[in-house]
Each structure stands twice: as structure tokens, then as C-alpha cells.
T-cell receptor, first 115, second 112 residues
Framework: AQKITQTQPGMFVQEKEAVTLDCTYDTSDPSYGLFWYKQPSSGEMIFLIYQGSYDQQNATEGRYSLNFQKARKSANLVISASQLGDSAMYFCAMREVPYGNKLVFGAGTILRVKS | EAQVTQNPRYLITVTGKKLTVTCSQNMNHEYMSWYRQDPGLGLRQIYYSMNVEVTDKGDVPEGYKVSRKEKRNFPLILESPSPNQTSLYFC???????????FGSGTRLTVV
């Protein structure tokens, strides 16, 4: 079964608007971590934001925020004030402590920012 | 500059010809890992290492070998590459549980 599900293969957003990229996860372990990565067309993987399962508040990093809804097992990434440089592939990932702390990735969402 | 360095960036090889993709990190990280990226599948873990001489299989280890003889290096070895190993490969290292992994620039491998 998929542990990380990203249901949006592709998204468009107008420059300067906010966009939400969806991510749901599946785990029975109470201790886990959730990550978002950005992969521009150049191919490198860029760490954006982290949310721990015991964190009381939603994580924020500049224009990125993570809408963490634990009961629904969702960890959506919100990008505010989109910029052209935000056009990239975005991956949601989960770290499960019992499984050697490996990261499990979703299939990704391609975001295109329109001017 | 803190980084993970992979080599080569691009490689085209023939079926059955042994190859090694090197990975080196200068951050003194204990945890290192190899992933492959395929369209529609995201990144899948091949092998990981918790420390020197400690390695374990990830989700897709078949056809790959690794070694961790020293902390900074974690090479990926394909003893007999096959076309289904054509993929984009990433090496990554991690400082601690709460920090994102630092990824190398990737190695695009084509096996013909």
C-alpha cells in the first residue's frame, strides 16, 4: 500500500497567489517525520520544510508552511505568494523511525507558476 | 561548502559491464542512503548506512551493492547492470532525525 500519496500530478498557479500541494500518509507508528522537497528542472533535491509527528504547531519556513492535520494523516504544503522560480516538482516524504529512519517518497506534484 | 558529491553526473553503459557510482560527503554525517528516481514512482530507497561498516537494504536493493568503509564515502556498485536499472540516482546524507537529507546532484544512468 502507498505510504505517501500525492493526488495532484500537476498544478498551475498564478504568480503571487498561494497554492496548496496535497499529501496524505499512512503509518501506524506514533513517531514519524514529514518532509517536503523541491526538485527544479536542473534535478537537484532541495529540502524545504519538516514537521515532526509530536510537533504541536504547523511548521513554517519563509513562504512555505505545512498544514499538518494529524487525525486526517495529511501534511499539505502551502506556498504563499508564488514566484516563477517555484515552478518545479515537489515531493512529500515520510520518515518512519522503526524502519531505519528511511524516507519514503510520494510520486510528486509538478507545479507550474504562470506570469 | 557542505555538500554531497556524486560522480559521474551522466553515464551510459552496456548491459553487464560493472560500474561504480561514487558518493562523498564532507559533513561528518553518520547516515547515508542511495535512492533511485523513476517517473511516477518518486524516489525509492536502494540501500542505506547508519554508520561505518553498517549497511542495510532499502526497498529496491536487487542488482545493487554498497560499502561503507569510511564515514565520508558510500559508493553504489552495479555488478551486472541491466536496462531496468536505467534511472536517476541520488545519494543523500543526514545530520539528525529532524533535519532534511542533503542530496547529491544526481547521476543519470542509462544502460543499453
Amino acid at each position: 500500500a502507498q505510504k505517501i500519496t500525492q493526488t495532484q500530478p500537476g498544478m498551475f498557479v498564478q504568480e503571487k497567489e498561494a497554492v496548496t500541494l496535497d499529501c496524505t500518509y499512512d503509518t501506524s507508528d506514533p513517531s514519524y517525520g514529514l518532509f517536503w522537497y523541491k526538485q527544479p528542472s536542473s534535478g537537484e533535491m532541495i529540502f524545504l520544510i519538516y514537521q515532526g509527528s509530536y510537533d504541536q504547531q504547523n511548521a513554517t519556513e519563509g513562504r512555505y508552511s505545512l498544514n499538518f492535520q494529524k487525525a486526517r494523516k495529511s501534511a499539505n504544503l502551502v506556498i504563499s505568494a508564488s514566484q516563477l522560480g517555484d515552478s518545479a516538482m515537489y515531493f512529500c516524504a515520510m520518515r518512519e523511525v522503526p524502519y531505519g529512519n528511511k524516507l519514503v517518497f510520494g510520486a510528486g506534484t509538478i507545479l507550474r507558476v504562470k506570469s | 561548502e557542505a555538500q554531497v558529491t556524486q560522480n559521474p553526473r551522466y553515464l551510459i553503459t552496456v548491459t553487464g559491464k560493472k560500474l561504480t557510482v561514487t558518493c562523498s560527503q564532507n559533513m561528518n554525517h553518520e547516515y547515508m542512503s542511495w535512492y533511485r528516481q523513476d517517473p511516477g514512482l518518486g524516489l525509492r530507497q536502494i540501500y542505506y548506512s547508519m554508520n561505518v561498516e553498517v549497511t542495510d537494504k532499502g526497498d529496491v536493493p536487487e542488482g545493487y551493492k554498497v560499502s561503507r568503509k569510511e564515514k565520508r564515502n558510500f559508493p553504489l556498485i552495479l555488478e551486472s547492470p541491466s536496462p531496468n536499472q536505467t534511472s536517476l540516482y541520488f545519494c543523500a546524507s543526514r545530520r539528525s532525525e529532524n533535519y532534511g537529507y542533503t542530496f547529491g546532484s544526481g547521476t543519470r544512468l542509462t544502460v543499453v
